[in-house]
């Protein structure tokens, strides 16, 4: 991630933003009433400071908890247009997956709409961070989100660089079909940061299907599965026991040594400024043995 070294100052309206669809927006004034049509932007607003201005969110931003008892405009992808005027918003933000037929009604509605990121990328959630902090006039503290997260990923590099060979990963579904991050895919990229030896790696496509025969000649020594974090309970011993117990998934590596673990979906998932302490998590499970001293913690 880039380091941002502007000094912050008060946003001076108007002022036109290029978003992250390649166009740009015009915000004449601060918004004051704000509509997140996405979790990680919801995440965004907050941590930047603007969560006191967030007027409306979608019914999947579950964080922080403040989200919850905000009014519901939807889903993601059923967005109700009609919900979104009503709460006569000052600005939109949208990311990407927001359909476009439902973006363009709330523009002909004549709505502000910030398209806040589009590609998945620990590059692109900065530059999410840093445009939604310009449009809500709370820069400083965008660029202390950045910083922060800056500084995670530095020690998690530090950490994790000369660490010879890297311990084999594999992060996906544990039943058939077995559709795992490739490296090209957002949680792909964490898996690199984390330091770990993606298992996927040379097979095509984001999320990759690979066959039983595969993942057993590439035995991961690492096997995680991402789980909404408020049904997890004791999922992480279910599982670990029902893979002992199956014929094939016994002879991994991962569930011999008991290095297999649940991760935060929400967490993991959201490219949002949670992020990098999500790689952070990634990193203690891959080498627990290099973060004896920091409390490391196995999401479960």
Not at 112 to 123: G, M, R
Not at 130 to 135: D, N, P, S, V
Not at 136 to 143: F, K, Y
Request: charged share 25%; with cysteine; glycine share 8%.
């Amino acid at each position: 991630m880039a380091a941002y070294a502007t000094v912050a100052r008060a946003t001076t309206y108007p002022f036109t933003l290029p978003d992250a669809l390649g166009g740009s927006v015009t915000i004449t004034r601060k918004p004051q009433r704000i509509v997140s049509l996405a979790p990680n932007v919801t995440e965004i607003l907050f941590a930047v400071g603007a969560g006191d201005r967030v007027v409306g969110v979608t019914r999947f931003c579950n964080y922080p908890p403040e989200a919850k008892r905000l009014p519901k405009v939807g889903g993601y992808t059923d967005i109700s247009v009609e919900a979104v005027v009503a709460l006569s918003p000052d600005l939109v933000v949208v990311s990407r997956g927001n359909p476009k037929p439902t973006l363009a009604a709330l523009s002909r509605q004549g709505l502000t709409i910030l398209a806040a990121i589009n590609t998945e990328s620990l590059d692109e959630v900065e530059r999410a961070i840093l445009r939604i902090g310009r449009a809500t006039d709370n820069e400083e503290q965008a660029r202390q989100v950045c910083e922060t997260m800056q500084k995670t990923l530095a020690s998690v590099q530090k950490t994790v660089s000369d660490v010879n060979p890297r311990r084999r990963v594999y992060f996906g579904s544990l039943a058939a079909p077995y559709m795992a991050a490739g490296p090209s895919s957002f949680i792909g990229e964490c898996i690199a940061a984390a330091g770990g030896d993606n298992v996927a790696q040379g097979i095509r496509g984001a999320w990759p299907t690979l066959s039983i025969e595969t993942i057993i000649a590439r035995d991961p020594e690492v096997v995680i599965e991402g789980f909404h974090a408020d049904a997890a309970g004791g999922h992480r011993d279910e599982l670990l026991k029902r893979l002992r117990g199956d014929p094939v998934w016994s002879k991994i590596a991962a569930v011999r040594e008991d290095r297999v673990f649940i991760m935060n979906d929400d967490m993991v998932h959201r490219p949002g400024p949670r992020l990098a302490e999500a790689v952070a998590d990634m990193a203690r499970l891959f080498y627990p043995e290099r973060f004896p001293t920091d409390g490391a913690r196995k999401p479960q």
